[in-house]
């Protein structure tokens, strides 16, 4: 099925915390195939500028710059300083924990930091249902990313210390171009552990997290089976007439 352009635009400050006007257009679905993927990198950039918009339309949100239909944007320039903006540091806690019949705790933990083994990553792939990719192109999506987010659980049997097992049961990754913009890309819940809210925490963690580096305009591509779930993460389908639009090799 095609998939279908999404833009989140929370209308207060209620919608997830998030900044006044977020932009969303690319993710991947919980369950279903990948669409192609794109890159976003994880690191910091020192900006010299920061800009706020008033009554920005869509098209202004992603150019930032371009004045239309009377819109305003303010540049304000920082104070002069000689050292890099700070990144906001990743994040790791638990997110549920319960304890099992036997006695077991299980932890869901939740990390911002990036740390994927790919084979885990692959395994989790299976279970949803995805085709096989090839491992080092894994790795490099990975690696080019410019955040990564996980879920593992992590199993703690009573009286065995040191004995943990743990599993990785959800992620989702974005791309970006370290400024304005933002896309997510291959977000996985493992199948047992659907219908629990994993995945809409997973993704309002990834958007806070983005938005505290400062990049507002975030996209995703979804399966039409879940465009219902991601328009209740606050994402909208098509803003202002505008399509995603892709280009594939013709054999």
């Known amino acids: 099925m095609p998939a279908q352009g999404l833009v989140v635009l929370p209308n207060s400050a ?4 998030l900044y006044p006007r977020i932009v969303s257009f690319g993710c991947r679905c919980q369950c279903h195939p990948p669409f192609p993927p794109l ?3 994880l690191s910091t950039v020192n900006r010299k500028e920061k800009i706020y918009r ?15 239909n009377n819109t305003t944007i303010q540049v304000v320039e920082p104070p002069v300083t000689t050292e890099e903006e700070e990144e906001p540091l990743p994040e790791e806690f638990v997110l549920v924990e319960s304890t099992r019949p036997d006695g077991t705790i299980e932890q869901i933990i939740f990390s911002s930091g990036g740390n994927v083994d790919v084979y885990d990553l692959q395994t989790l792939c299976d279970k949803v249902g995805w085709p096989r990719r090839p491992l080092s192109k894994l790795a490099a999506a990975l690696r080019n990313s410019y955040m990564v987010v996980t879920l593992h659980s992590v199993s703690k049997s009573t009286g065995e210390e040191g004995n943990d097992q743990k599993r990785l049961i959800g992620m989702a990754r ?8 933002a896309t997510i890309w291959d ?5 047992s552990y659907q219908g629990q809210g994993l995945g ?3 993704i309002e963690k990834l958007i806070r997290a983005l938005l505290q580096r400062d990049i507002g305009n975030i996209s995703l ?3 039409s089976k879940v465009v219902e779930f991601y328009r209740n993460l606050g994402f909208e389908a098509d803003p202002e007439g ?10």
């Open 200 to 202: 809409k925490a997973l």
């Open 242 to 251: 505008i399509k995603g639009m892709f280009w594939y090799p013709k054999n």
């Open 14 to 17: 209620s919608d997830l915390n």
């Open 39 to 41: 890159n976003f990198p």
């Open 187 to 191: 977000v996985l819940v493992d199948p």
């Open 174 to 181: 974005a791309t970006s171009d370290h400024a304005f913009n």
């Open 54 to 68: 008033l009554k920005a339309s869509f098209w202004e949100s992603i150019r930032s710059g371009i004045l239309k």
């Open 221 to 223: 591509f979804a399966d």
